[in-house]
């Protein structure tokens, strides 16, 4: 693949058999020659929230209104490293455009800023991601484990808790019907 696929949505395949990805939508905020890495949208860290990250911080100047604010996996690399998805209205020094109106940032800085409520408007907060060797991603790509579409920003930042319907709507953009799907791939 030549293509760069900054700012697309990596849909799972019925088939694809690790537990850790299955039925997930992952928008790509990497793409080079050697690796890819992506964040999982749609798997909520049910047992954490903003307010415990900034606790644990020890941000006593957080507004309590944020203290909810849900927490996602973006995978199974780097857990412990925190990943902000937002709209544009502010740029951090380790922010990087995903698409005309989506940034990646990772600093405390953005935390320190959206636990007073001078955050951006729209973010999705993330520990960790998902990484692939460049190679093993093409062979995943090739096997159909993955189908690729345009991300977006509604679809990012719907915090939807339920995995199965983000990665529905997700296959329905695509004018797949889920049921119809078979869950293994084959050559003719």
């Given amino acids: 693949m030549n293509e760069n696929l900054v700012g697309q949505f990596l849909i799972a395949m019925p088939g694809l058999q690790d537990p850790r990805f299955q039925k997930t939508v992952i ?11 992506g964040l999982i949208l749609n798997k909520q860290i049910y047992n954490l929230t903003l307010g415990k990250i900034l ?12 203290f909810n604010e849900a927490i996602f996996s973006g995978g199974p690399v780097h857990t412990k490293q925190g990943f902000i998805l937002h709209t544009n209205e502010k740029r951090y020094q380790t922010t990087e455009k995903i698409l ?11 935390l320190d800023d ?5 955050g951006p408007l729209f973010k999705k907060i993330f520990l ?7 190679d093993q991603f093409n062979r995943e790509i090739l096997e159909n484990s993955w189908l690729t579409i345009d991300g977006n920003k509604q679809a990012i930042f719907k915090n939807s808790s ?10 329905s953009k695509l004018g797949i019907k889920t049921a119809n ?3 293994f791939y084959g050559k003719a």
């Fill in 128 to 134: 960790g991601c998902s990484v692939w060797g460049y």
């Fill in 181 to 183: 799907l078979v869950s």
């Fill in 100 to 110: 005309h109106n989506v940034s990646i940032t990772t600093s405390m800085e953005i």
């Fill in 55 to 66: 606790s644990h911080e020890k941000k006593e100047n957080a507004k309590n209104n944020c």
């Fill in 162 to 171: 339920n995995q199965s319907l983000v990665w529905e709507s997700c296959m």
């Fill in 114 to 118: 959206i636990g007073i409520n001078k």
């Fill in 27 to 37: 928008l790509i905020c990497e793409y080079s020659k050697t690796a890819v890495m």
